[in-house]
Nanobody, 125 residues
């Protein structure tokens, strides 16, 4: 599976961005998807994850109430709508895919074998 992330950019505090990740080379509906982020000098952490059918979602505490993960299996695409952005949201955002069935595994970067190239989000104060 190949993943191509897009949608990053520079926005001011309280602005919004929508990230998209298009998958190719596999049956998209067989894969759970996750969005992770990594700031300079910090480890990669989960932002949100969604099950293969979209019936289950998970959000990091920092994302709850501000970010929404969704997927369109007909378009092989997963989205991350980010609202009320803060400077601390500045990071490279990565999408990831794998055949994952448990909620515990969905939030761990090590559970995912397929990664996109990352898209930079910068939130200015």
């Amino acid at each position: 599976v190949q993943l191509q992330a897009s949608g990053g950019g520079t926005v001011q505090t309280e602005g919004s961005l929508r990230l998209a990740c298009v998958a190719s080379g596999g049956i998209f509906s067989n894969y759970s998807m996750g969005w992770f982020r990594q700031a300079p000098g910090k480890e990669r952490t989960v932002v949100a994850a969604i099950s293969k059918s979209g019936d289950r979602t998970y959000y990091a505490d920092s994302a709850k109430g501000r970010f929404t993960i969704s997927r369109d299996n007909a378009r092989n695409t997963v989205y991350l709508q980010m609202n009320s952005l803060k400077p601390e949201d500045t990071a490279v955002y990565y999408c990831a895919a794998d055949r994952i069935t448990t909620a515990q595994a969905m939030v761990r970067p090590t559970s995912y074998g397929y990664w996109g190239q990352g898209t930079l989000v910068t939130v200015s104060s």
